[in-house]
């Protein structure tokens, strides 16, 4: 979580207490956030969501389209 603690304060208890699944797959590629920053388009296209879809259905042991 960038510039947490400089630019705004989030209480992990407050976080605790409202005991939600969070999915935070993160970054992927070259150089994250650099203005090198590369990543496979057809990978970020094609594959990502349907992995996305799929860890979300497992969470929450839903089946939508």
């Avoid at 304060?9 to 407050?14: D, H, V, Y």
């Avoid at 939600?20 to 990543?39: F, Q």
Wanted: hydrophobic share 40%.
């Amino acid at each position: 979580m960038p510039d947490w603690g400089e630019i705004y304060n989030i209480s992990l208890q407050g976080l605790i207490k409202l005991d939600v699944l969070i999915l935070n797959p993160g970054l992927s590629g070259k150089d994250a956030h650099k203005y090198t920053e590369r990543l496979g388009l057809v990978y970020y296209l094609n594959v990502v969501p349907k992995l996305l879809k799929s860890a979300i259905m497992k969470l929450t042991d839903s089946n939508f389209d």
